[in-house]
């Protein structure tokens, strides 16, 4: 046995040195995604070529999201497979990219929320890349700034490098109307801190002057670069209040949306379930345009029940889990800050989706990591679980120049 190890190649050691729980909780999410999908689009229009080739609008987009699935595959095991270290250095020019782009959404005039571009064919968010390029570069800098010059390892250098690199696109996405994916900034920030070494006495510093500054970004700041921020957080107060709200207009989505779930007791109506059975969604209340996308929750409750939203949560407690647990054994500070900003972002997103859902947060609009409709943000979490793939499969291998250094 120790001879046939000896003998394997590097590819083959990396293959079957993955953390495969991992990839198991990952595939098993993306099917499970797949079906949900299915009946969460079944009531959207269909051109006709398509609806005689596929039926109904759920089979395309189940069909469409298989795709999607096919080329984050290829993006996981080929993040997985190549040393991170090596793929950190994408970081800059990924990061440069990102803000142009978003740039270029922010002057699109009366563009949808949240803002999409098409290049060469290809729709994606370029808030999305924001963040994944974001991730590289923090974890870049953190570890290797200090080697340029001990001062950029103080805190003050280590504070001050983490807000600029994530306050600009914050603001921008902010501008852009696209409040649920720039919310995503502030956990990652705060979870690069805490990683990055920043001591406690600084972040509880930094809490206090959050909380004395809170009042001025409601009311001053968070208009001027939001329209719809405040008028949502204001909606969502007077509803968690029990004040009286119009569920005609803007409190339509959260009423409904709330109603879903919370009716749907254990079993739920039954994956596709009819009007006759007393849905909802099959109804038409819940809104079928975002269904499949944003709102993809609000179906899983109300068709699969509490055991199925059951189920799903302790799919996603592994998944985080299996991360924190590669993070643990990473062999640097880059590796563990690449895995620790995935973990807050993959819980941000499940967070924000999910209690949007269920009135525990205002209607921000985010897809569910893995599980809704959304493109290109499925090849991105694919990515970044690729990453994390990639710090397990490399973290018993130590730098060429160690490697060196050690006597023959």
Wanted: glycine share 10%.
């Amino acid at each position: 046995m120790v001879a046939a190890l000896s003998h394997m190649t590097p590819f083959l050691r990396k293959i079957l040195g993955m953390n495969w729980v991992l990839i198991l909780v990952m595939y098993g999410l993306l099917i499970f995604g797949v079906f949900m999908i299915e009946s969460a689009a079944r009531h959207l229009p269909l051109n006709p070529d398509l609806k005689s080739q596929f039926g109904t609008a759920g089979v395309y987009y189940a069909w469409s999201q298989k795709n999607w699935i096919l080329v984050g595959s290829v993006a996981f095991f080929g993040a997985a497979l190549v040393d991170y270290r090596w793929i950190r250095w994408l970081g800059i020019p990924f990061y440069v990219v990102s803000l142009v782009l978003m740039f270029v959404g922010m002057t699109q005039p009366d563009a949808v929320q949240p803002v999409r571009l098409t290049i060469l064919g290809l729709s994606f968010q370029p808030a999305s890349l924001g963040i994944t390029s974001g991730i590289l570069l923090i974890s870049w800098l953190l570890q290797d700034l200090p080697k340029i010059h001990p001062w950029l390892g103080s805190p003050i250098a280590r504070i001050a490098t983490i807000g600029a690199l994530a306050g600009v696109p914050f603001l921008v996405v902010m501008k852009m109307g696209d409040m649920g994916s720039a919310l995503v900034w502030i956990p990652a920030s705060l979870v690069a801190m805490l990683v990055g070494g920043v001591p406690y006495r600084y972040l509880s510093l930094l809490g206090l002057i959050g909380v004395m500054l809170l009042p001025v970004l409601y009311f001053v700041v968070l208009p001027m670069v939001s329209k719809r921020g405040p008028g949502r957080i204001d909606l969502w107060l007077r509803m968690v209040q029990g004040r009286e709200v119009d569920v005609t207009d803007q409190g339509y989505s959260a009423h409904y949306a709330t109603m879903a779930v919370g009716k749907a007791g254990w079993k739920g109506v039954g994956w596709g379930a009819p009007a006759e059975r007393n849905s909802l969604f099959a109804k038409g209340y819940p809104s079928k345009y975002t269904a499949h996308n944003d709102y993809i929750f609000v179906v899983i409750g109300e068709e699969l029940g509490f055991r199925g939203s059951l189920l799903l949560l302790s799919a996603y407690a592994m998944l985080l889990l299996q991360c924190l647990f590669v993070a643990f054994y990473s062999r640097d500070l880059c590796g563990r800050l690449v895995v620790s900003l995935v973990i807050a972002l993959l819980f941000a997103h499940v967070f924000e989706s999910i209690g949007m859902c269920v009135l525990l947060l205002p209607i921000t609009g985010i897809p569910l990591p893995l599980v809704s409709y959304s493109g290109t943000f499925v090849v991105i979490c694919m990515f970044l679980l690729g990453l994390v793939q990639s710090v397990w499969i490399h973290r018993n291998q130590r730098p060429m120049l160690q490697l060196k250094a050690e006597p023959a």
